[in-house]
RNA sequence: GGGAGCAUAGCUCAGCUGGUUCAGAGCAUCUGCCUUACAAGCAGAGGGUCACAGGUUCGAACCCUGUUGCUCCCACCA
């Protein structure tokens, strides 16, 4: 029988993992064991996997199997999100397909179609996961419109009402006209764009002077409501009291006087349309004036333009432009850079509108969310976040938290007949309330009408950690009690507030507790041209392309492999092949141990070199542990990565391996498959399919049931021999000389060579006999006590190594190959003594840095030496 | 406009409270090898005035100041 000399991990992949999920290795249920538990960021029903969930799923799997193989009860809740703008407009746009419209059905109805849409597409990313190797508890998965998340979101919109914390009003709002809905502060992005600014006359009433205003708008001009200039402005001082006309519709406006204007930014004199801009409205409200809202909630113009009615705010700009132009009322256009406001979910422009919103107060619920982080009881991964943090939640400002969408769970609100609202969880209960408050026993439901908003997607996301645990239906509930802070959150910075943050003052809040204890905040995954991985720009491969070309376990590894916390990703399919190849290398090592015969009757000879490596495993352990702890993932796979695939296969494997067709002794075979098995744990969770799949060969017992290396433990630590392992650096040393030397010298890797050792440092190279001798393909090792005249050599830290050729030294290139390393040796001796012999720093420096000083001395000295009496020997 | 961060080999990054380890890793590169585990491999090698300019220090990639370039976050200048 030949197994391949490639790992197709297509086979294994799928039936590990159902093996896994029939065997229900990923559920958690509260036990005795300390729990370590994960909520998975719920993607978005309508999203589709893409590279920034790879990485962060990735994560979030190691992190969880890892504890799981320590013995923890690993507990990873997956769910989705409803998302509502961006499923809604999934929705509409489905109907509209069909040739149905919104507005053409009644709200159960479209609710209808959306669940239906939810039913269909809404699992697909998550199966997706699947395809990675996550290792979540798919019982536990949640969506954010379940029964008890949508209860738990109307009960907590309720008890902060009660508090006084939630409020309706009337404000200016970022209004999304193509989702025709509000959206949060949260959610509008800037960005620089190339406008123009346009110059308009408007001219003074009762006069044939007039004024230039300048504006990026031009189409809002209609719903002006005053010129505005600042009254120590000695240029329009003869503008005060005055009115002046509004051009092409000639209503008339005041102008009036406030410092908010700047006088020497465009003409100094501004327009003030208090409907379509924040501070217009501001100093509208300042200075009474009427609001004039000329948009309709799609973006169009509306009967009070008086012109250009129905007509799209853009087109409408580019036509009274035209019309200005026409009519002499424009003066000029210049070009100008300046930040437009983009919907998150739909890009459309944002526009400010004023309406009647929701709003949740932040101030108090900021307070203690700050405190958290600043104290450190959560941590923030890595924590140049805590800054931009601090400074977020210092200058926190309310959340519009309604939005004029049907998708999502609708605002607790009835209205009665008279405009007075009730605030209550049932359609009953708010009858009951309204009566007593009306003091109308007659009053029936018929009367009350709910509000038609929605609450903020993130309203019920903020819950999380506490709704997946029924921790609003049942407080006290085992679970809740159990799984309660959970340990680590792995999310993206971009979300650092929408979510992060509020989900921590909703730990404060409704369970007096952090929500986590660290947040892992991930980079974003850009393209080697370090553009953001999006759809739009088609420049990000397809994950489960990439899973179907090198595997989950390369993938997974690729996407480790150069992502420090906090950093971007520069994502290159490259680090996938890497990963292929680094699997690949483990299959080969097992190909090579599972072709091994035992011979029982034969002695060990390689113990030195078992010793060796049990030491060098267990200081790799601590040194991966160390990483894992300080959340440096890339760098726990790095030193895993070279752990295996240097000291255990390029190393161990080739110190111990047999001659071909030779059996092996017993010993050596049975240590090298523990080890090779403490490999397998330690490759799991970042490579968990080829691991379980080698877990289960008969070379290591033919393991079948319940024992997997998804639930294997992690070999404890260890001893750690130092004096073995600085040794064998020296060992390894020799070996890489002579093969230097070989390799210079153009002879064939097969011609075996002599090789003497004048060891000063005491090290008995014979022990190492076999190694040398195999590693290094030698005819003779032997030991001397005096240099070798006419032999190449080298020094390995103090031991002198020759290596007879069958070609004459030249005594000149050898003098002056050992002249040069005196010089620098000497120079280096230089600068040592020279530190030891100044006074500062013998005063300043450490003892220990001083000792080891010392020593670099010593060893200087000592190779001197030697130099110093090769170079005598060959004078002679 | 305010704030934060980054700048180290061709690329992606380490470099912990300043101490020579003539600055490290992985990948890529170069040379030689199809050596019966692996060419998705083996053996070996080369490669950096640590962005620039000053300063502090016995000593600076690391601390301070300035300059340049880049990134991100926040902000209502028409």
Known sequence: MSIAKTYLPKEAEEKWYNYWLENNFFRSVPDDREPYTIVMPPPNVTGVLHMGHMLNNTIQDVLIRRARMKGKNACWVPGTDHASIATEAKVVAMLKEKGISKKDLSRAEFLDYAWEWKEKYGGIILDQLKKLGASCDWERTRFTMDDDLSDAVIDTFIHLYKKGWI???????????QGKTAVSDEEVIRKEVNQKLYYIKYFIVGSSEFLTIATTRPETIMADAAICINPNDERYTHLHGKKVFIPLINREIPVILDEYVEMDFGTGCLKVTPAHDLNDYELGQKHNLPVIDILNDDGTLNTKAQILVGEDRFAARKKIAAMLEEAGGLEKVEEYKSQVGFSERTNAVIEPKLSMQWFCKMEEMAKPALDYVLAGDIKLIPEKFINTYRHWMENVKDWCISRQLWWGQQIPAWYLPDGRY???????????????????????????????DVVDTWFSSWLWPISVFDGFKDPENADISYYYPTNDLVTAPEILFFWVARMIMAGHEFKGKIPFENVYLTGIVRDKLGRKMSKSLGNSPDPLDLIEKYGADGVRVGMLLSSPAGNDLMFDESHCEQGRNFYNKVWNAFRLVKGWEVDDKLDNPNQIAIDWFESRFNQAMIEIEDNFVQYRLSEALMATYKLVWDDFCAWYLEMIKPVYLQPIDRDTYNKTIAFFENILKILHPFMPFITEELWHDELFGGRNGLDCCIVAQLPANGEINSRILADVENVKQIITQVR??????????????????????????????????????????????????????????????????????????????????????????????????NERFMANAKPEIIEAEQKKKADAEAKLRIIDEGLLGLAN
């Open 167 to 177: 409020y309706r009003g009337i404000r200016m709002v970022n209004w999304d006209p």
């Open 422 to 452: 009730i605030i209550a969880k049932t359609i009953d209960e708010a009858l009951e309330q309204a009566q007593q408050l009306t003091q109308n026993s007659r009053l029936t439901t018929q009367e009350l009408v709910q509000d038609e």
């Open 740 to 837: 230097n030397i070989r390799n210079s010298k153009q002879l064939s890797p097969k011609e075996a060579l002599q090789l003497s050792i004048k060891s000063n440092s005491g090290i008995d190279y014979l022990a190492y006999k076999t190694i040398l001798t195999r590693l290094a393909n030698l005819s003779e090792l032997t030991l001397v006590d005096n240099k070798l005249a006419g032999a190449s050599s080298f020094l390995v830290s103090t031991d002198e190594c020759y290596v007879p050729l069958n070609e004459t030294i030249d005594p000149i290139a050898e003098s002056e190959r050992l002249q040069k390393e005196k010089e620098y040796l000497t120079g280096f001796l230089k600068s040592v003594n020279a530190k030891l012999g």
